[in-house]
């Protein structure tokens, strides 16, 4: 709110070379991103998750930054998509657009949100790191 040219992104640094991934990943963007860790237990391993401030200039830029994340080992779990799936933090499965078509057959509730519901051909099984992955494996 004090600098609207700042906005962030989430990102995970995979065990076992988290902080190795940090520190590349700080020296790649000298005054242009900044780091902010957070350190959680993951399938009994101590890794970090990322907010990192990032001072905004072009949305071309953003992507190549998340881009350049992604490609050096550290998913990026991208807050400034809309849909479920491009952000990365969960992705969407046979058995939870079941459980939507039961509960919401009208697709009224967070319309838009799902690639996976307007496309039911879309290909949810990307190979993308997501955080949390769908339900079960389908098909």
């Given at each position: 709110r004090v600098?609207p ?9 995979p065990?076992?070379n ?6 590349k ?5 000298p005054g242009e ?7 959680v237990?993951?399938?009994g391993n ?6 990192p ?5 072009t949305e071309?830029?953003?992507d190549?930054?998340?881009r350049?994340?992604?490609?050096n080992g550290?998913?990026?779990f991208n ?5 479920l799936e491009e952000g990365?933090?969960?992705?969407t499965?046979a058995v939870q657009l ?7 057959p009208?697709?009224l509730l967070?319309?838009g949100?799902?690639?996976?519901w307007e496309n039911?051909?879309y290909d949810y099984?990307?190979?993308r ?11």
């Open positions: 600098d040219d700042i906005t962030y992104l989430q990102s995970l640094y065990f076992p988290q902080l190795a991934l940090v520190e990943m700080d020296a790649m963007f991103v900044f780091s902010h860790l957070e350190f237990r993951l399938d101590i890794t970090c998750f990322g907010l401030l990032v001072r905004f200039t071309a830029r953003l190549e930054i998340v350049l994340h992604e490609e550290c998913p990026i807050p400034h998509r809309y849909t990365g933090m969960k992705q499965d079941a459980f939507k078509r039961e509960t919401d009208q697709g967070n319309p949100k799902m690639i996976a039911p051909d099984r990307s190979g790191t997501f955080l949390f992955k769908g339900l079960q494996k389908a098909g």
